[in-house]
């Protein structure tokens, strides 16, 4: 059977990611950055991973964390989203297989600091580079640049800005492993329209299940 990743991110509410897990997300996410509007704790993280277990794998994202705390969160999630600064030294202290690198991309010199990492063969996803925040902008990536990286490397997660308005159009095109969205299926930050959610994962569902 083909592999994918959908993965819907930024949930703050128990009884949303089990709906968003029965829709057929395969990866949900949680953020713990205090410095972000969905920020959550580490008990809500772990009363919400509990929850969709057998629905869909959870993914904590944090930004350049201490060893200890990654520690700490994969005692109660499947999976750890790195989306700040992190060294291959310090995210090969957890194993390949639980650990998404994410990179923010500004241009094509960015592919260099992804190498280290295809090279080992980490999961990468990669989200549009903003000055302001380490993600959840709703901002998209140049979709040539996105296209070149998952041409590259097989097991790129396409992210940014995306939504039922551009995922089929951008699935086409870049024909990532995997899709993962949060800001533009939001009512407000932390709160998902699931509506939307529905329709982006029937969008993806679609194209991960045809022959593309
Ligand atoms: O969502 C956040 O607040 C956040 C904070 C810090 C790092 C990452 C964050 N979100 C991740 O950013 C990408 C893209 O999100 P969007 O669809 O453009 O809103 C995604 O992986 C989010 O999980």
Same mark, same amino acid.
């Given at each position: 059977?083909?592999? %994918?990743?959908?993965?819907?991110?930024?949930?703050?509410?128990?009884?949303? +990611?089990?709906?968003?897990?029965?829709?057929? +997300?395969? *990866?949900?996410?949680?953020?713990?950055?205090?410095?972000?509007? $969905? *920020?959550?704790?580490?008990?809500?993280?772990?009363?919400?991973?509990?929850?969709?277990?057998?629905?869909?794998?959870?993914? +904590?994202?944090?930004?350049?964390?201490?060893?200890?705390?990654?520690?700490?969160?994969?005692?109660?999630?499947?999976?750890?989203?790195? *989306?700040?600064?992190?060294?291959?030294?310090?995210?090969?202290?957890?194993?390949?297989?639980?650990?998404?690198?994410?990179? $923010?991309?500004?241009?094509?010199?960015?592919?260099?600091?992804?190498?280290?990492?295809?090279?080992?063969? %980490?999961?990468?996803?990669?989200?549009?580079?903003?000055?302001?925040? %380490?993600?959840?902008?709703?901002?998209?990536?140049?979709?040539?640049?996105?296209?070149?990286?998952?041409?590259? %490397?097989?097991?790129?997660?396409?992210?940014?800005?995306?939504?039922?308005?551009?995922?089929?159009?951008?699935?086409?095109?870049?024909?990532?492993?995997?899709?993962?969205?949060?800001?533009?299926?939001?009512?407000?930050?932390?709160?998902?329209?699931?509506? $939307?959610?529905?329709?982006?994962?029937?969008? +993806? $569902?679609?194209?991960?299940?045809?022959?593309?």
């Amino acid at each position: 059977m083909k592999e %994918y990743i959908i993965k819907i991110c930024g949930l703050t509410d128990k009884e949303q +990611a089990v709906s968003i897990g029965k829709m057929g +997300a395969t *990866h949900i996410g949680m953020i713990y950055f205090e410095k972000s509007p $969905r *920020h959550i704790d580490i008990k809500k993280i772990a009363e919400i991973s509990k929850a969709i277990r057998g629905l869909a794998k959870s993914v +904590a994202v944090v930004v350049n964390p201490e060893k200890e705390t990654v520690e700490n969160i994969l005692q109660i999630v499947d999976i750890v989203q790195f *989306h700040g600064d992190e060294s291959i030294e310090f995210v090969s202290l957890f194993p390949k297989e639980r650990v998404i690198k994410a990179f $923010r991309v500004k241009g094509e010199q960015d592919i260099q600091k992804m190498k280290p990492f295809m090279e080992e063969g %980490y999961t990468v996803l990669i989200d549009a580079y903003s000055e302001k925040s %380490y993600g959840g902008t709703g901002k998209q990536i140049n979709p040539k640049l996105a296209k070149k990286i998952s041409d590259i %490397y097989p097991k790129t997660v396409l992210s940014g800005g995306l939504s039922p308005d551009n995922i089929k159009e951008l699935l086409e095109y870049v024909k990532p492993y995997g899709v993962d969205a949060s800001s533009k299926l939001e009512i407000k930050p932390g709160v998902k329209d699931l509506n $939307r959610v529905k329709k982006f994962i029937k969008m +993806a $569902r679609e194209f991960y299940e045809s022959d593309n």
